[in-house]
């Protein structure tokens, strides 16, 4: 069972990269209430492409776990877990739970 | 990283993908191939998996391994293909079904993960294979025809999708080439595709990997979106 601390610190990793391979950009940050999408959120569309495709590498290099996390299942939900860090952080537990 | 470039071809074991996997290991390409069959003499240095190019999690466990092993990808050809030569009134379900899942799914699925493994390098390459029976829209070969269509669209939209990231996204399109897929064709009927190209011979698999090489070149980042059909289809 993999604890949501790792699934954090596999998020803040990516938004590290993400932030040096981005450096014109406002740099995200790892607040669990940070917004990533959405109304003042700190992705593009395109940004968030990138940031749920370093997601889903790091989960399978660190963890050696395959999750699709832009699933039909994610965007059907009313609350989108690409919202904030922590929903995110939930979904992909719940995600590896099942 | 692995110091030599890396390509991944589909469909390795005989025909243009064999040719092709043959042609870059002679040119200093470390090689990874596919085939449903596993191969009985897989050269040194040569990577091969046994799948089922739609099999996603099958496709999924290859690119790790190619991570894992050269730490980067820098060309995919997407060569894997089946054909069905049959009246659409007399065509099975099950036949398009499987030649769209093997055409276009197999095709996009190998895109998505090359592209995801491209990505952090900041370039790539992509070929797809389309066929001369799209502008020729032959009769009795409506499956296949729509199957590479949908391939030259994916190749379009991919093209404009990963440019951002430095990824070329082509096609090349063989008119009548000897290998198994026009195997159940009468050699009458071949004739007479020839005649409709421009070049009325057969297309060889080398006349194959001289368009996929100008494709790759590095001096080629500015060509994508493109199909090339063989003989002037």
Known sequence: MVDRQSILQIIHAVIDELNAQWPDRPPMTKEGDAVLFGRNGSLDSLGLVHFVVGVEQALAETLGVNVTLASDKAMARQSSPFRTIDRLADFIAELLGE | ?233
């Open chain 2, 1 to 233: 990283m692995h110091d030599r470039r890396v390509i991944l071809i589909t469909g390795t074991s005989r025909g243009i993908g064999r040719h092709l996997a043959d042609h870059y290991r002679q040119q200093g390409w470390a090689v990874a191939g596919c085939s449903r069959k596993g191969l009985e003499d897989v050269p040194e240095g040569h990577l091969h998996f046994a799948l089922d190019v739609a099999d996603e999690p099958a496709v999924k466990a290859m690119f790790a391994a190619v991570r894992e092993r050269f730490g980067r990808l820098d060309a995919l050809v997407n060569n894997a293909g089946i054909a069905s030569m049959n009246h659409a009134m007399l065509t099975p379900l099950d036949t398009v079904e499987r030649v769209l899942r093997t055409n276009v799914a197999g095709t996009f699925l190998f895109c998505r993960e090359a592209a995801r493994l491209m990505q952090r390098a900041g370039q790539g390459r992509i070929v797809n294979f389309t066929s001369a029976a799209v502008p020729w829209k032959l009769e009795g070969e409506a499956i296949y025809a729509a199957s590479k269509a949908a391939v030259e669209s994916l190749t379009e939209i991919l093209a404009r999708e990963l440019g951002g990231l430095g990824i070329t996204v082509n096609a090349v399109g063989p008119g009548p080439i000897r290998t198994d897929l026009v195997q159940g064709v009468p050699p009458e009927k071949l004739d007479e595709l020839l005649r409709r190209q421009a070049i009325h011979r057969f297309a060889e698999p080398a006349d194959v990997a001289n368009v996929v090489d100008f494709f790759l070149r590095p001096e080629s980042d500015l060509v994508t979106g493109q199909v090339v059909y063989l003989g002037g289809a």
